[in-house]
């Protein structure tokens, strides 16, 4: 059974710093890709980054290019999500997917594209 299990948000002023992980199991996080994606409340659920499973490639929506960082440990099965520069508009639920199929890194906006989901963990950011 393949779990996701977030952790690592809160509140921050704006200008600050947090790091989200997304630890997996039932799966190995190198096989597939997983993005993190964020919706804030009364909005679409947007993509936001993903690490794909070939190690030293990843993507990022253009909102948060240049001020987030995902990255990947192998030995613990965990997909980090490190945010710098917060800003108000980053405030949301952060959530962490995984692609349906292995070695695949096409249509990683497409939330359709992953077939399991963590629960979530709120990033509040304040002036």
């Known amino acids: 059974q393949v779990q996701l299990v977030e952790s690592g948000g809160g509140s921050v002023q704006a200008g600050g710093s947090l790091a989200l992980n997304c630890t997996a199991s039932?799966?190995?996080?190198?096989?597939?890709?997983v993005a993190w994606f964020r919706q804030a409340p009364g909005k679409e659920r947007e993509f936001v980054a993903a690490q794909t499973w070939r190690n030293f490639i990843q993507y990022y929506d253009d909102s948060v290019k240049g001020r987030f960082t995902t990255a990947r440990n192998n030995s613990k099965n965990v997909v980090f999500l490190y945010m710098n520069d917060l800003k108000v508009e980053d405030s949301a639920v952060y959530l962490c997917?995984?692609?349906?199929?292995?070695?695949?890194?096409?249509?990683?906006?497409?939330?359709?594209?992953?077939?399991?989901w963590g629960q979530g963990v709120k990033v509040t950011v304040f002036t």
């Open positions: 039932g799966l190995r996080v190198n096989e597939y890709t």
């Open positions: 997917a995984v692609h349906r199929t292995h070695y695949v890194d096409t249509s990683y906006r497409d939330r359709s594209r992953y077939a399991h």
